[in-house]
């Protein structure tokens, strides 16, 4: 008989289809101390690849170029029957490139319907890269939940 960890984890493909959605990122960095730096972020992708910028001098940035690691999760749901999210335990890709850094800009940018689509919001959102870093996720561990799966049954 499947454990219920094993019948709630999603496919890669549930995963896939899941963090295509317009979600908020939890991203954990580890600060200098003990310290965790906890920041809800925006995401796009790069390819497969979930990413995101920010600031180059950012506490999450400089914590990422201090261990180069972070703990990402995205999770959607209201009541504990509809919970579902991914968490990403990563090595984080710091990507300086200005062309791959409005790239990821223009990924996030066309992700969120809040954001105004004409050409000029577009334009001032993506102006702001010339003092952003991207950063690319490469999961190291990956763990998914779909509480949906047990059909109300717990």
Do not use: C
């Amino acid at each position: 008989m499947p454990s219920r960890r094993d019948l709630i984890r999603m496919t890669d493909q549930e995963v896939a289809a899941f963090l295509a959605e317009p979600h908020t990122m939890s991203v954990a960095t580890k600060g200098p101390g003990e310290d965790i730096h906890l920041v809800a972020m925006w995401y796009g992708f790069v390819g497969a690849d979930v990413a995101f910028w920010t600031y180059a001098k950012s506490q999450k940035m400089l914590n990422l170029q201090r261990s180069g690691t972070l703990t990402a999760m995205v999770e959607a749901g209201e009541t504990y029957d509809a919970l579902r999210g991914v968490e990403m335990i990563a090595d984080a890709e710091i990507v300086t490139d200005q062309e791959q850094v409005r790239e990821i800009g223009n990924s996030i940018y066309g992700r969120y319907g809040g954001l105004d689509q004409s050409a000029e919001a577009k334009q001032a959102f993506l102006a702001s890269a010339s003092k952003r870093y991207g950063v690319i996720i490469h999961p190291r561990k990956l763990v998914s939940w779909d509480h949906r799966k047990l059909g109300g049954v717990y």
